[in-house]
């Protein structure tokens, strides 16, 4: 469930293959990153949440047949979900399928505070080669960004650079977009020339390395708003500096 009061994770990995471990990693990295989370409840596709004593072998056996159930932690007042969804290699970067793990924290200062824990524990539980963490809105402002026809407009309605949709894409380790937080594996750091010390000395103020040498990278201090001029300026100035995002470099 996604309202204006939540924050959406995204990480984008490769697809899921028989008794996957990825899916317990996540889990377990997300409720290590966040205090307090227990995501050990069900949600099915119709009727109350199902409670899950026996969470960690439940979700091996599950992975088994390549899926990543919804998971929640069966608090109304306070939730948080995560799922993984396949996607199929037509419509995806460099024609490889996928897996998108999904997440919805809410929007508070706990959790803002843990985003980037968060952000970490799950994409690199997932081996995610980028993933990013946006308040409630950015898929809108991001679609607006998309190419569609080699004839449309060179800039989106609020001046942001218009970017290629994701099956133009030659890598899985092209990031689509910027968001609020990013996300960047090893290689994808490497796809699009980050870190330069001399170019970048901004922006790893507010980054830290992983332990898989993969990057989280935060863009402005407070979550994104398309609508706060500062904010604006700061999404414009890294996607000139990162031309390879959406696809955008010249080949």
């Given amino acids: 469930m996604t309202t204006p009061d939540s924050l959406t994770l995204i990480a984008y990995a490769p697809a899921l293959v028989g008794n996957d471990g990825r899916t317990l990693d996540v889990i377990h990295g997300m409720e290590k990153a966040l205090p307090g989370l227990r995501l050990a409840w069900h949600i099915p596709e119709s009727g109350p949440l199902i409670a899950l004593p026996h969470r960690d072998a439940w979700l091996a056996e599950m992975t088994r047949d390549g899926k990543f159930p919804l998971l929640c932690n069966g608090d109304e007042s306070y939730p948080v979900t995560i799922s993984g969804r396949g996607r199929s290699g037509r419509l995806s970067p460099g024609r490889q399928a996928r897996l998108e793990v999904h997440a ?50 060179e800039r989106s309605p609020r001046g942001l650079p218009m970017l290629n949709l994701p099956e133009k894409l030659p890598t899985p380790a092209t990031p689509w977009f910027l968001g609020w937080l990013n996300y960047w594996s090893a290689a994808t750091a490497k796809t699009i020339g980050f870190p330069d010390p001399a170019r970048d000395a901004e922006l790893l ?5 992983t332990a898989s040498n993969g990057w989280v990278v935060q863009l402005t201090a407070e979550p994104l708003a398309y609508d706060n001029p500062a904010h604006l300026d700061a999404l414009k100035r890294t996607y000139d500096r990162f031309p390879e995002i959406g696809g955008r470099a010249a080949p």
């Fill in 104 to 153: 919805e924290i809410p929007l508070d200062a706990p959790a803002i505070e843990a985003a980037a824990a968060v952000l970490e524990a799950v994409a690199e539980g997932s081996h995610a080669y980028w993933g990013h963490v946006s308040p409630y809105g950015y898929g809108s402002e991001v679609a607006q960004q998309f190419r569609r026809s080699p004839h449309g407009p």
């Fill in 205 to 209: 103020t507010r980054a830290r390395r």
